[in-house]
Nanobody, 115 residues
């Protein structure tokens, strides 16, 4: 299983970013996928999840209405569109999945929201 995130960077408050995650080594279309984040000094938290068929999504309360998770099963890609970003969204963002009872994450991409 390999997960590679990209798209992070520095953005001003109120701005937007789109994160991408390239997946390989497993049948992507069969698994639910998630985005997580970890801010300095804090535990990793779940941001959003999308089921395998892409029709159902769930979000942490603080991300509802601002973030959108999506996937392209033909391209083995996972996305996170983040709008109305806040300084408290600053964190390393990871994509992840559970495969054969084990959790996998990528190396993460840094998102910094600051003026």
């Amino acid at each position: 299983v390999q997960l590679v995130e990209s798209g992070g960077g520095l953005v001003q408050p109120g701005g937007s970013l789109r994160l991408s995650c390239a997946a390989s080594g497993f049948t992507f279309s069969r698994l639910a996928m998630s985005w997580y984040r970890q801010a300095p000094g804090k535990e990793r938290e779940l941001v959003a999840t999308i089921i395998s068929a892409g029709g159902s999504t769930n979000y942490a309360d603080s991300m509802k209405g601002r973030f959108t998770i999506s996937r392209d099963n033909a391209e083995n890609m996972l996305y996170l569109q983040m709008n109305s970003l806040r300084p408290e969204d600053t964190a390393v963002y990871y994509c992840g999945t559970r495969y054969w009872g084990r959790d996998y994450w990528g190396q993460g991409t840094q998102v910094t929201v600051s003026s």
